[in-house]
């Protein structure tokens, strides 16, 4: 109970911050690097070499894949159907698809879940949102917005991805059997445990409300797959 009442207070706190002026307006981004540069590889290096590998690991890393594809064959087809332009489609492709799993699903998955449930949040993040939003959604965004994408600054962005290369250094861990110090834990488990509130204080500064009617007939669209559609078909897939 105390950690979803953390995450409201944490919203609630970003957003008194940006509204009288405590920060800078772009101070949310400082609060971004801090998340990305130390807190994500922080939490990867410590948690990674601790996921028994196995069979059960292709749920997580699959189901982003297959939300995107799905999303891909829904709007395209909606496309026709109802005469959206390319930019809409793209924008509901991207919106519908994806979802910010670590600024937002971190700290939900702790307070629901526990420790057990970020682990699998680092791998969902990771090898599923982070390669998807890297890969299919710049090409998409790309192709939507009518400009070109570059093969090769795709996959330098990946490399170069400080959660990613935590990422990857927690699974060479993993896989090799080695044990860091409990020191080295402790250190890593310090950084990363503000992650939470960083990150939700980041996003409570960036809330806005705004007058959706303009947009209402996309935004049920966009839901409509987001919440009812998608979660049905990860659904049908792997609990029958």
């Not at 008194?16 to 590889?41: F, Q, S």
Request: proline content about 4%.
């Amino acid at each position: 109970m105390s950690n979803i009442l953390l995450i409201f207070i944490c919203l609630i706190s970003g957003k008194l911050l940006a509204r009288y002026k405590i920060l800078p307006p772009d101070g949310y981004k400082t609060l971004n690097n801090l998340v990305i540069y130390i807190c994500m590889p922080a939490l990867a290096v410590l948690y990674i070499p601790q996921i028994k590998v196995s069979s059960k690991l292709a749920f997580p890393v699959s189901v982003m894949w297959i939300v995107f594809l799905s999303a891909l064959l829904f709007f395209l087809l909606l496309k026709k159907l109802l005469k959206l332009d390319k930019k809409t489609t793209g924008a509901l492709i991207l919106t519908g698809s994806l979802s910010n799993t670590a600024f937002i699903g971190f700290p939900v998955l702790l307070a629901l879940l526990g420790e057990e449930g970020l682990k699998t949040g680092i791998v969902i993040d990771q090898a599923g949102s982070f390669f998807v939003l890297a890969t299919g959604g710049v090409i998409t965004g790309s192709v939507a917005s009518k400009r070109t994408f570059s093969v090769k600054k795709i996959l330098k962005d990946i490399i170069i991805f400080p959660p990613f290369i935590g990422f990857i250094a927690g699974a060479i861990i993993n896989i090799s059997g080695f044990n860091l110090p409990d020191i080295i834990n402790n250190i890593f488990h310090s950084l990363g445990s503000v992650l939470i509130v960083l990150a939700l204080v980041s996003v409570g500064m960036q809330l806005q409300i705004k007058d959706l009617n303009c947009h209402i007939k996309n935004l049920i669209i966009g839901l409509s797959y987001k919440l009812i559609i998608a979660p049905l078909i990860i659904f049908i897939l792997f609990d029958f």
